[in-house]
């Protein structure tokens, strides 16, 4: 039953991403973020607990993968195709009458917003490739998709909570989103070694990198809250950068 556990706590993270799916779908988008949040914290430790239990296993690891696609990548996928809405519905009504506790019912007349789901696509390609490149075992190449998701899902936590003109006008600009879309695909799939969050010591000496990722992270949310997340994944892709010289 043991050897279990970290399979359920996989099984937790897909819950969580079909629940942020359906509450993206009715345009609760804030909601969402919570659920993919909630799931990205379970992908975390269904790793850590398969190492602690030594429960790693071949299905764990295609499990592992499958969660992902469904909160990393279609979850997204959805808030970014909502977000391309909503850059058209903003032209018509006011951003307050848009965050409604209802949503929004939008008739859209093109397939501009479809463009969101190519981070779907990318998120699951990123995947696969991930699963057969053997240069993926103590880090990884091209930005990994919890990361992707959390620069995407910060968009409309911005604007729900730390709402200015400025970044009404930036974020709900459609060209904006199509640009995000764009480059979090070439991200996902770039050839740029990236560092990993996991400690198999404690010792500062071999994780200094992390260590100091960390405590930038930390003092980067306290200070910007969620426009931090934009800056702490610019910041994860300079640091990895510098550290491979």
Same mark, same amino acid.
């Given at each position: 039953?043991?050897?279990?556990?970290?399979? $359920?706590?996989? /099984?937790?993270?897909?819950l969580c991403g079909c629940v942020a799916i359906l509450f993206a779908t009715s345009g609760d988008l804030i909601t969402a973020s919570f659920f993919v949040f909630l799931g990205i914290f379970f992908d975390f430790f269904d790793g850590l607990a398969a190492r602690l239990l030594n429960a790693q296993s071949e299905v764990g690891l295609q499990l592992d993968s499958l969660a992902d696609v469904i909160t990393s990548g279609v979850a997204p996928a959805v808030?970014?195709?909502?977000?391309?809405?909503? /850059?058209?519905?903003?032209?018509?009504?006011?951003?307050?009458?848009?965050?409604?506790?209802?949503?929004?019912?939008? /008739?859209?007349?093109?397939?501009?917003?479809?463009?969101?789901?190519? $981070?779907?696509?990318?998120?699951?390609?990123?995947?696969?490739?991930?699963n057969v490149d053997t240069r993926q075992t103590t880090g990884f190449i091209g930005l990994p998709t919890p990361a992707n998701a959390l620069l995407i899902l910060s968009l409309p936590l911005i604007l729900q909570f730390q709402y200015s003109e400025f970044a009404e006008t930036i974020i709900l600009n459609r060209w904006f989103l199509i640009g995000m879309t764009l480059l979090s695909c070439i991200l996902l799939n770039a050839e740029i070694p990236l560092f990993a969050l996991k400690f198999k010591t404690w010792d500062f000496k071999s994780n200094a990198i992390r260590y100091v990722f960390l405590i930038l992270c930390v003092l980067l949310l306290i200070l910007l809250k969620f426009l931090a997340i934009p800056f702490i994944i610019l910041l994860y892709i300079i640091l990895s950068l510098f550290s491979r010289k």
């Open positions: 039953m043991l050897k279990q556990i970290p399979n $359920i706590i996989t /099984s937790l993270n897909i808030v970014m195709y909502q977000m391309l809405n909503l /850059s058209y519905f903003h032209e018509m009504q006011t951003l307050t009458e848009a965050f409604s506790l209802d949503g929004w019912n939008v /008739s859209f007349k093109n397939y501009l917003p479809l463009i969101g789901l190519m $981070i779907a696509i990318a998120s699951a390609y990123r995947l696969a490739k991930f």
